[in-house]
């Protein structure tokens, strides 16, 4: 047997944090789950389904407040076993970029899609009455969407859409391809019907029309659009201080090693702890460059190897041939 | 060390001509990118014009860790005269592709690459260069100043390079 050399073990350097979204079944109180035993390994630009994409972030910290308490017994008391009193996790990092999805998650509460109005329309913060939906019909995909040749001449090729169902008095989570606000009751969101739509994750940019359909710039979060879905068109987001909702998602954070080592970190459930918050860079003069600040704390789920409930799992995957 | 001088050296050179296969020089009578690193050649007085010109300079050790962590500054200067077509009014221009080229070639993923020993390989032995066991990193390019050299302008780039020496290695 002709064995080969190991090199030692030396401390990661890395430079920058990949994030990751994908998203937790509200109703079923499901997160996604991620396995690095079988797919730690993927290429950053191509994250395994259905994780998706969020960039790179930068100020990544994350920090345990798990308390360890010392029992005790005796007189004098000694030291004779030790206890988790309490387990909590948090992590904080900013965006580089601002999306549909880093701006949801960073403002923690319902994010809005700025709907196009109708031309009466009352003012309203977060967007007035906004005018009618556009119906999709068959032959949609995930990045294209079926509207017959009359309705794709109302679009017009960079405009933003939200692409989800009519709100129709449902109770609950509501939105596609993840929840986006919950609806405690139709009196509440003012029985409107475009009110999915104006909080739906489920966005894209048409970048293409020919043949009655839009082709969109990306994927749709909530993939292949089913019939009974509505298009409306929107001109940005908008997202407040306050709010009832909390934004929930799970987490993946990758970290490259220069030496072909990787550090991941899953949090299956992580809530945000803070309102919308920037953080400000300098560039020159008066020039600023403004990333999204998010503040995050975990949610417990319960690994099935051995029944412990756990916040977050930090993967390490070595570089080859190195001493373990 | 050396092994992780010329690795950085042969990475930056392939990546430079396959940004722009044009940017060439000759040079002991051989045609070749247009990318040399100042003392593996004969010495000169002269900054040749087009040409990205590396030269090591800092050295760092730190012997903390399993394996010595060695950081070594390269500075790369270039200059160009402008085309002589035009007179040298387009000397701006050619020194923003330049920079536009040692940018890219340098911030490419990744910013890492196998070290590699290259003694075999030397004075056309035909050798294969031999695959180490760790890599050579880097961090962006540091861009200096414009200056200008009577027509001539000139730049001098800095790269961070490190490694970490191996068992044995030299």
Known sequence: ?324 | MQNARDTFYVTLQARLAAINPARTMVLRGVTRPGVLVEENELASAVQPANVFCLHWTGLSVNAQGALPLVGMSCEIQYATDGDSGNGGMDRGRLLSGMDAELSAAVSAAPQNAVKMNYVGSAGGSGLAPVAMATNVFWGDVVFGAVVVNGERLERVATVEVFSYQEAGEL
């Open chain 1, 1 to 324: 047997m002709t064995a080969v050399g190991v090199v030692a073990a030396v401390a990661p350097v890395t430079r920058r944090v990949r994030a990751y979204f994908a998203p937790v079944n509200r109703v079923a109180g499901v997160p996604t789950v991620f396995d690095a035993a079988q797919t730690g390994a993927f290429a950053l630009g191509a994250p395994p389904a259905p994780w998706v994409d969020l960039g790179w972030c930068s100020g990544f910290v994350r920090k345990s407040a798990t308390k360890v308490g010392a029992l005790t017994t005796g007189a004098p008391a000694v030291v004779q076993s030790q206890v988790r009193t309490e387990v909590e996790a948090t992590l904080q990092l900013e965006f580089e970029s601002w999306g549909k999805l880093q701006l949801a998650l960073a403002s923690g509460s319902q994010q809005m899609n700025l709907l196009q109005t109708t031309v009466a329309a009352a003012a309203n913060g977060s967007g007035g009455v906004s005018g009618k939906a556009v119906p999709l019909v068959a032959g949609s995909t995930a990045t294209s969407l079926s509207v017959g040749a009359t309705a794709a001449a109302q679009f017009q090729i960079g405009e933003l859409v939200a692409v989800d169902e009519d709100y129709v008095a449902q109770v609950g989570f509501v939105g596609s391809g993840a929840s986006a606000a919950y609806v405690s009751s139709p009196a509440s969101v003012g029985n409107d019907i475009n009110y999915v739509r104006r909080v739906s994750l489920n966005v894209g940019r048409v970048v293409g029309i020919a043949g009655g359909m839009l082709q969109l710039g990306g994927a749709l979060l909530a993939g292949v659009p089913p019939s009974g879905m509505q298009v409306s068109p929107l001109v940005g987001f908008v997202d407040r201080e306050g709010g009832g909702f909390f934004q929930e998602w799970s987490g993946l954070f990758v970290m490259d090693g220069e030496q072909g080592d990787r550090v991941i970190y899953y949090y299956p459930r992580l809530q945000a702890m803070q309102g919308s918050a920037e953080t400000v860079n300098a560039l020159a003069g008066t020039l600023e460059q403004v990333s999204l600040a998010g503040a995050f704390r975990a949610l417990p789920v319960t690994d099935a190897n051995d029944g412990e409930t756990v916040l977050s799992f930090r993967s390490y995957l070595p570089g080859a041939l190195r001493a373990v």
